[in-house]
T-cell receptor
Framework: AQSVAQPEDQVNVAEGNPLTVKCTYS??????LFWYVQYPNRGLQFLLK??????LVKGSYGFEAEFNKSQTSFHLKKPSALVSDSALYFC??????????????FGKGTRLHILP | NAGVTQTPKFRVLKTGQSMTLLCAQD?????MYWYRQDPGMGLRLIHY???????AKGEVPDGYNVSRLKKQNFLLGLESAAPSQTSVYFC???????????????FGPGTRLTVL
């Protein structure tokens, strides 16, 4: 079965500095990987995903993520953080054929605080 | 399009009471999901459905039942509510397969349930 880990409960970054939110995964086959963001009292919003192709995936709001198969990681990054990026971020994974499972499993979430 | 909607937004139950949460989507999506979100636990998949008339268990299915009688609706039932089911419940929908570049999960705004 697939699993995903977000090792940091909270990440603090000064505004204007680069940010990284870490995610590692475990699957039997090849992964589909996702990042979502949740603002207070709201549902989750899709940021980006990796299915295949280039290891560097660009998404919404200037975020990008790098797929690293050897390290089984999919870290979320942004070159210059904004205060409005403060939110809860979730990494998610789905396994792919031939070990296909239709479930998408989420990490526990990382709270990102951007300090003015 | 309304996207994914959830009814009700808030509910307080007493232990042993029953209730049904309704999720509706107007995007003609095949897949629908129910998650619960608890502090420090992230999102955990309760049940999901790969099409009308089908349901499958997720990570934490005990104490819940679901039905997908119509493609656009996915109902989550609690037959005998327990305090451990106090949580925020999110519904999501997506197309199959998620591997296509245009596919992603769309989330509803959530239902906050308190069981006393």
């Amino acid at each position: 079965a697939q699993s995903v880990a977000q090792p940091e409960d909270q990440v603090n970054v000064a505004e204007g500095n680069p940010l990284t939110v870490k995610c590692t995964y475990s699957v039997s086959g090849n992964p589909y990987l996702f990042w979502y963001v949740q603002y207070p009292n709201r549902g989750l919003q899709f940021l980006l995903k990796y299915i295949t192709g280039d290891n560097l995936v660009k998404g919404s709001y200037g975020f990008e993520a790098e797929f690293n198969k050897s390290q089984t990681s999919f870290h979320l990054k942004k070159p210059s953080a904004l205060v409005s990026d403060s939110a809860l971020y979730f990494c998610a994974v789905r396994d792919t054929p031939p070990n296909r499972d239709d479930k998408i499993i989420f990490g526990k979430g990382t709270r990102l605080h951007i300090l003015p | 399009n309304a996207g994914v909607t959830q009814t009700p937004k808030f509910r307080v139950l007493k232990t042993g009471q029953s209730m049904t949460l309704l999720c509706a989507q107007d995007m003609n999506h095949e897949y629908m999901y129910w998650y619960r979100q608890d502090p420090g636990m992230g999102l955990r998949l309760i049940h999901y459905s790969v099409g009308e008339g089908t349901t499958a268990k997720g990570e934490v299915p005990d104490g819940y039942n679901v039905s997908r009688l119509k493609k656009q609706n996915f109902l989550l039932g609690l037959e005998s509510a327990a305090p451990s089911q106090t949580s925020v419940y999110f519904c999501a929908s997506s197309n199959l397969p998620l591997g296509r570049s245009t596919d992603t999960q769309y989330f509803g705004p959530g239902t906050r349930l308190t069981v006393l």
